[in-house]
């Protein structure tokens, strides 16, 4: 019996010296994708994390590094076996196992973004949707045509997003937050990648109740427009400047990070006067104290 229970203990020591699960999707570390044979030793690690992670901000990071690992699993499938749809169909359903958890985790989080650890982790949680909701926009144009399992999965993504002002932080701020990770997602994208980042902006004006939020959103979306319609009326034009300065619609922010001035009377965003004239940097560590 203590043979076994030495054995348990040893086991769950190495599972726990592993590299942190976080470390995947900030080195891109793939490890084992879910058509190794030994995948469920993976899924049995996370297990034990959650089992040893007791503190809520922890949990909701521990959840959302999961969420980005399955995305580059599922990214990596894609490259490998682009072809075999069976095989990535599991991959999205096992994504989207996962934000069952996510969600949960997040729902159990107290305080506000007042905390600045919740705050970073906050801006942490938006990017990801982000780039999630992209990711999967991608697939569905390239793989799986009007797929509803997608569709399914991208609605569930803008749902965690739009819980975050529910319960977390007022509108106001939730909208900043949003705007500033639109803005740092979009410096980087292809012109084809633009067209689906249109998709994203717009979903979640759809999804959204908020009027004050939608009209945040209108700028951002409607500067993405030329790109959306470039199947259907040919290429842009990198000579013309009302499509190239597209950043003028979109929100600035100073060094400090400090907001524009409401009363400017320049073509970027209109914010919100009773918004925060500060918003969290993302590049806050999560410390717990």
């Not at 905390?115 to 938006?126: E, F, G, Y």
């Amino acid at each position: 019996m203590r043979k076994y229970i030495g054995f348990l203990a040893f086991l769950v020591f190495f599972l726990l010296s592993l590299p942190a699960i976080s470390s995947a999707a900030e080195g891109k570390i793939v490890g084992l994708l879910p058509t190794n044979p030994f995948y469920f030793f993976k899924e049995f690690r996370r297990s034990i994390h959650r089992v040893f992670t007791f503190k809520e901000i922890r949990k909701v990071d521990l959840e959302l590094s999961i969420s980005d690992d399955k995305v580059l699993e599922l990214e990596k499938l894609t490259e490998i076996i682009p072809d075999d749809k069976e095989v990535l169909s599991k991959g999205v359903m096992n994504y989207k196992d996962q934000l069952v958890n996510l969600a949960d985790s997040l729902d159990s989080l107290s305080g506000t973004s007042d905390d600045k650890n919740v705050s970073a982790l906050l801006d942490r949680v938006v990017d990801a949707t982000i780039r999630h909701n992209l990711f999967f926009i991608g697939l569905e144009s390239e793989y799986f045509s009007d797929d509803n399992e997608l569709k399914s999965v991208r609605e569930r993504i803008d749902d965690i997003l739009l819980s975050i002002p529910e319960r977390l932080e007022p509108m106001s701020a939730f909208s900043f937050r949003l705007q500033k990770a639109l803005l740092q997602n979009s410096e980087s994208l292809e012109s084809e990648e633009r067209a689906k980042f249109y998709g994203v902006v717009s979903e979640i004006s759809e999804k959204s109740l908020d009027s004050s939020l939608n009209m945040d959103l209108a700028g951002i979306r409607d500067s993405f427009l030329p790109y959306a319609v470039v199947p259907v009326f040919g290429d842009i034009d990198s000579e013309d400047n009302s499509l190239n300065d597209i950043e003028d619609l979109l929100p600035v922010f100073d060094d400090d990070g400090q907001l524009p001035d409401s009363s400017s009377k320049s073509n970027r965003a209109v914010f919100d006067e009773e918004a925060p004239s500060k918003l969290p940097s993302s590049a806050l560590p999560i410390e717990i104290e």
